[in-house]
């Protein structure tokens, strides 16, 4: 076994006995938000109320959640999408379940970008263990990076095979389920792909169809118009909190002055 591999497995069983126990044995934000918005789907529950705080809290506790506070905003209308049909186990083990599947996104991600750049496994491995808040953030918490991250790894796989409205479409799914692959459009647009371009908007039109249909265009309406906005401007969470890792957060707190909550910007 090379320095490189062995270095490699190493950090991985660091990474198991920590990050990844903690997420396997303990139930923390952010699964429980997608959880319960996922048994809520399943209830037929309107849209518009899973924006509302004290609301959502209150069906959080219903779902088994207890001692743990959650809210929805500002996910999009599919977000939860994924976790549906995890939504019939305990909570716990519906999260032991996305874990699972998040070490196989990510060992599919390994190889993908492996088999495009040249580069061995290993050695990117050992990259993605250097980023470990990042890694141990998603499998303690639950969230929802290393399923976007194959997603949009997946697009650029394909994009490289020449295969742009796969990749395109791909996009637009990551676009429908977070807003994440957004910007896709207008770089497709700009290489004047085309393809691309028509599969990323096939994946968004579907996505809409969808929530319609699981919704009713009124909730959908509600999310365009009220939550969307107010996501996009940073409203949803304080946004002058140092401790939320976001871009808008550092720059409100850095230049821009608010009496209370933030009075001495930088």
């Known amino acids: 076994m090379t320095k490189a ?32 918005a996922a048994v809520l789907v399943r209830q037929g529950a309107p849209l518009h109320d899973f924006y509302d705080w004290t609301w959502f809290q209150r069906q959080m506790n219903y779902a088994g959640i207890e001692h743990q506070l959650g809210a929805y905003l500002p996910q999009t209308p599919m977000t939860m999408l994924p976790i549906v049909p995890l939504a019939g186990f305990p909570v716990q083990t519906a999260k032991q379940i996305w874990l699972a599947l998040n070490l196989a996104f990510l060992a599919a991600t390994l190889w993908m ?46 994009l490289d095979r020449g295969k742009a409205a796969g990749s395109g479409f791909l996009c637009g799914v990551a676009f429908g389920l977070k807003l994440y692959g957004g910007p896709f459009l207008l770089y497709f647009a700009v290489k004047r792909n085309w393809k691309a371009v028509a599969g990323m908007m096939t994946a968004s039109a579907l996505a809409m169809i969808t929530a319609i249909a699981l919704f009713g265009w009124r909730d959908v309406h509600f999310y365009a118009t009220q939550i969307l906005p107010r996501s996009l401007e940073g409203e949803v969470i304080d946004p002058y909190n140092s401790g939320i890792a976001t871009l808008t957060t550092l720059l409100r707190r850095s230049f821009v002055m608010e009496p209370d909550l933030n009075p001495h910007p930088l």
Not at 144 to 149: A, D, G, I, N
Request: charged fraction near 15%.
């Open 5 to 36: 591999r062995a270095l490699a497995v190493l950090m991985f069983v660091i990474f198991l006995a920590t990050s990844f126990r903690k997420g396997w044995t303990r139930n923390e934000t952010d699964f429980p938000n997608y959880y319960t």
């Open 113 to 158: 970008l492996s088999r495009a750049t040249q580069i061995r496994i290993e050695h990117i491995a050992i990259l993605m263990f250097l980023g470990y808040g990042s890694i141990q953030s998603n499998f303690r918490l639950g969230q929802y990076y290393v399923f976007l991250l194959f997603l949009l790894t997946l697009a650029f796989y394909c």
